[in-house]
């Protein structure tokens, strides 16, 4: 009786580090695309003085939409581990108390998403 209750207490310490963990990545990839937009941000400002030629910077652009487009796909790759982790928790775990985490299907296959976007993240699923 005693080694059921110390795998079930084992087993929901895990789960608690595991939703620590995987809230942090997804973080992570938050603040990657915010610090990707920032970056867009000051380098179209930049290129906006009469002194640059209008082109400048434009393959570096082109360069950072394509990062960004993979940050995208990688905050969507990890809502789909999330999904995965909360579906095992509540089998392994039980329910999450208070409020069970619940992504919706929509969140982690759009099918409105542009085509790069859509096949970097089926490329990583």
Same mark, same amino acid.
Do not use: Y
């Given at each position: ?11 929901? !310490?895990? /789960? ?10 997804? /973080?992570? !990839? ?15 400002? /930049? ?67 542009? !085509?790069?976007?859509?096949? !970097? ?5």
């Amino acid at each position: 009786m005693q080694t059921t209750s110390l795998a079930a207490n084992t087993i929901t !310490a895990e /789960a608690h580090r595991l939703r620590k963990l995987i809230r942090e990545a997804e /973080a992570v !990839a938050d603040e990657t695309m915010i610090a990707f937009a920032r970056l867009k941000q000051a380098m179209i400002t /930049a290129r906006q003085n009469p002194a640059v030629e209008v082109h400048t910077g434009q393959r570096a652009l082109m360069r950072l939409s394509q990062a960004e487009a993979q940050a995208l796909a990688m905050s969507t790759s990890l809502l789909r581990v999330h999904d995965e982790l909360s579906k095992l928790a509540e089998i392994h775990a039980g329910p999450d108390a208070p409020v069970p985490t619940v992504i919706p299907k929509a969140a982690i296959e759009d099918p409105a998403a542009p !085509a790069a976007i859509r096949d !970097a993240s089926e490329a990583m699923a």
